[in-house]
């Protein structure tokens, strides 16, 4: 599925809708360069999930937990890692086994871990500053989104 936004509302509201079919222990892989909107998007899963505290980015703690939603939103930014063997020292089992959704930043350094990961591919266009084109991949679940 590939959905155009226009504004960082819209990639928020996209991440809101996609929220209500997230189920426990799914993993979001996004794709996408600085400031594609891997954040923006994770902004909306968390306010889709319920969840009341202001995200902001990972990138010095490599992992923000947010726990005021229906289900647990970790949201991992893997920028800094070379490689998914890396993923041991992160814990990153044990995030994946607390029953919540991984959102993960950077998939690209671990790519190789997250095969079974709903992916989420942020593009850019040089010529329109607030253009998105989004693809979302890896599950039925999501056509009924309907977008
Ligand atoms: N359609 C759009 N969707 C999302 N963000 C947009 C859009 N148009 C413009 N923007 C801007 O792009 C930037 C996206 O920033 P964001 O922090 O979400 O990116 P990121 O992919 O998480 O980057 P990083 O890799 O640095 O963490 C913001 O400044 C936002 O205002
Ligand atoms: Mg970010």
Redesign the pocket.
């Known amino acids: 599925m590939t959905v155009i ?8 509201l996209l991440g809101k809708k996609l929220a209500a079919f997230l189920r426990p222990g799914d993993v979001i892989a ?1 794709y ?12 909306g899963l968390a306010a889709g999930l319920g969840i009341r505290e202001a995200v902001t ?1 990972p ?1 010095y703690t490599i992992v923000n937990e947010y726990l005021s939603g229906r289900m647990p939103l970790f949201h991992f ?1 893997m ?1 800094r890692l070379s490689s998914s063997e890396e993923l041991f020292d992160i814990g990153w089992e044990d995030y994946l086994a607390r029953g919540g959704v991984c959102a993960v ?2 998939s690209e350094n671990v790519a190789d871990a997250l095969t079974d990961a709903i992916s989420i591919t ?1 593009e850019k266009d040089p010529a329109q ?4 084109k ?1 693809t979302i991949e890896g599950g039925a679940r999501f056509e009924a989104l309907g977008l």
Request: aromatic content about 16%.
């Open positions: 936004t226009k504004s960082p509302e819209q990639t928020e996004y996408g360069d600085l400031g594609a909107g891997k954040t923006a998007f994770t902004r980015s990138t930014d920028y930043e950077w942020i500053l607030d253009w998105r989004i």
